[in-house]
């Protein structure tokens, strides 16, 4: 064993995947550990679980499965549904990659699952299920995200939408 390297795959997460597809820059800040602006309005991790712990009372709360965390689980006619709540459908792409991430992961632990986007706010629902594409999209993300990680600075902030509520505003547009 002397000499030999041994290789570590960094486990990629579902929050992973919901910010790869809004900004590839907050994913290096999370993986890196920088911490966002704690105080910053649209952080208000009691909301979202307020809505996960009061919406859709009958189904299982947070349930976690290896490494990954769904917010709510439960079967209709035999089929188990997956169930992600999302506080609006404003990033329903990340949202519907994330619960593909999920779906994905299951299906490699050979449970075979539904998912659902659930968005309460909103009163909607959008069902999720695995399909070759979306899977194969989902496959580069995870590549890409392995490879962002190991950049040794941030990718270069790009002027978004999702700029104007993010907590990590203040790191990315601060004058300096």
């Known amino acids: 064993m002397v000499g030999e390297v041994m290789s570590f795959e960094m486990p990629i997460t579902g929050t992973h995947i919901w910010y790869y597809f809004v900004c590839k820059r907050e994913v290096w800040l999370m993986i890196h550990q920088i911490a966002a602006d704690q105080d910053h309005e649209d952080l208000d991790l009691d909301y979202g679980r307020f809505i996960s712990e009061n919406r859709y009372q009958r ?53 075979e699952a539904k998912g659902e986007l659930l968005f309460p706010e909103e009163r909607k629902k959008e069902v999720v299920e695995w399909n070759e594409e979306e899977i194969g999209e989902l496959k580069l993300a995870r590549k890409d995200i392995r490879k962002i990680a190991k950049f040794p600075v941030p990718p270069k902030p790009e002027k978004i939408p999702f700029c104007r509520r993010c907590a990590y505003k203040e790191y990315c547009w601060a004058e300096g």
């Open 59 to 111: 189904d299982k709360k947070e349930i976690s499965i290896g490494h990954i965390v769904v917010d709510r689980l439960r079967t209709e006619n035999g089929q188990l549904i997956v169930g992600e709540v999302k506080k609006s459908s404003r990033f329903i792409k990340s949202a519907k990659m994330q619960l593909l991430f999920y779906l994905d992961n299951l299906r490699k632990m050979g449970i």
